[in-house]
Nanobody
Framework: VQLQASGGGLVQPGGSLRLSCVGS????????MAWYRQAPGKQREWVAR???????NYADSVKGRFTISRDITKNTVYLQMNSLKPEDTAVYYC??????????WGQGTQVTVSS
C-alpha cells in the first residue's frame, strides 16, 4: 500500500488550500484516516481525524478552519484548509489505518503561508 499526498503550495494569509491523499494497493477498507503536520524544528502533531462512521475530530488550533473528509470509493482523504495563518506552515502528512491491516503514511506535502 502506498499513499500519495498532493495539494500543498504557497498561499497568502487568509487563503485556502485543499490537500488530497490517495491510497493504492490492496485495500479492503479503512479504520481511521488522519492528517498530521510538522513545522520546522517542531515535532509532528495531529491535525484532524475521520473515523469509519464519519465522525471527525480536530486539533484546537485548526478547529473551525479546517475540514477533513473522505471518498471511500476513491481511497482518498481530503483536508480543506481555510483562513490559513503563517503558523499553519508545515509539511502535512496523511495517515490511513487500512484493512486488511496496517498503518501507512504519505510522503508529505509542503504548505507555506506567507505574504
Amino acid at each position: 500500500v502506498q499513499l500519495q499526498a498532493s495539494g500543498g503550495g504557497l498561499v497568502q494569509p487568509g487563503g485556502s488550500l485543499r490537500l488530497s491523499c490517495v491510497g493504492s494497493g490492496t485495500i479492503f477498507g479503512f479504520k481511521d484516516m488522519a492528517w498530521y503536520r510538522q513545522a520546522p524544528g517542531k515535532q509532528r502533531e495531529w491535525v484532524a481525524r475521520i473515523v469509519p462512521g464519519g465522525s471527525t475530530n480536530y486539533a484546537d488550533s485548526v478547529k473551525g478552519r479546517f475540514t477533513i473528509s473522505r471518498d471511500i470509493t476513491k481511497n482518498t482523504v481530503y483536508l480543506q484548509m481555510n483562513s490559513l495563518k503563517p503558523e499553519d506552515t508545515a509539511v502535512y502528512y496523511c495517515y490511513m489505518n487500512i484493512l486488511p491491516g496496517g498503518e501507512y503514511w504519505g510522503q508529505g506535502t509542503q504548505v507555506t503561508v506567507s505574504s
